[in-house]
């Protein structure tokens, strides 16, 4: 059975540093899907982005980047020039075999000016 | 551009009580689902639908029922409410599934749900 695991519950960062979140995976699967979301605290859910697993490079979407290890099984988030708006929870997930998404318990960000 | 929508935004129950959370969505996709996010527990999933007519058990369906009669709604049903499904519920839709695809799923704003 798939499963993601997040170990941190909560980070800090100071504003414009660069932050990593870290998010391990377990999948017998050869071919998997690894998404992050973020949830401010207003409680919507948005998509940040996207990794394949049989893709050729780190997935990149504006400030979001997504350090991808497959052999580690790991699928970090790094957000780059933190802003005071990047302070949510954020969620690994991954696609489970009833094509739902299987979330992490999600890290807290608090980004300090 | 509505995307999901879940009504209602909040709601309190008292224990035995029962009530339907609607959602819908205008983006004609096939897949719809319905978590439960409880604290440091990420997101469930409670029941799903892979298209009009279809429903499917997830991982906590208990004490749960959906419908999906018209492809743009999936309504999930408590029919004796509990204080254990006090909780936030979030719908998803998606145009294929998380499994095979890249496309993500898009959610709902959330419904706040408190049964005491």
């Known amino acids: 059975a798939q499963k993601i695991t997040q170990t941190q519950p909560g980070m800090f960062v100071q504003e414009k540093e660069a932050v990593t979140l870290d998010c391990t995976y377990d999948t017998s699967d050869p071919s998997y899907g690894l998404f992050w979301y973020k949830q401010p605290s207003s409680g919507e859910m948005i998509f940040l982005i996207y990794?394949?697993?049989?893709?050729?490079q780190n997935a990149t979407e504006g400030r979001y980047s997504l350090n991808f290890q497959k052999a580690r099984k790991s699928a970090n988030l790094v957000i780059s020039a933190s802003q005071l708006g990047d302070s949510a929870m954020y969620f690994c997930?991954?696609?489970?075999?009833?094509?739902?998404?299987?979330f992490g318990k999600g890290t807290k960000l608090s980004v300090k000016p | 551009n509505a995307g999901v929508t879940q009504t209602p935004k909040f709601r309190v129950l008292k224990t035995g009580q029962s009530m339907t959370l609607l959602c819908a969505q205008d983006?004609?996709?096939?897949?719809m689902y319905w978590y439960r996010q409880d604290p440091g527990m990420g997101l469930r999933l409670i029941h799903y639908s892979v298209g009009e007519g279809t429903t499917a058990k997830g991982e906590v369906p208990d004490g749960y029922n959906v419908s999906r009669l018209k492809k743009q709604n999936f309504l999930l049903g408590l029919e004796s409410a509990a204080p254990s499904q006090t909780s936030v519920y979030f719908c998803?839709?998606?145009?294929?599934?998380?499994?095979?695809?890249?496309?993500?799923?898009?959610f709902g704003d959330g419904t706040r749900l408190s049964i005491l």
């Open positions: 997930a991954m696609a489970g075999s009833q094509g739902n998404l299987i």
């Open positions: 998803a839709s998606s145009y294929r599934t998380a499994y095979y695809s890249n496309q993500p799923q898009h």
């Open positions: 983006m004609n996709h096939e897949y």
């Open positions: 990794q394949g697993s049989y893709d050729q």
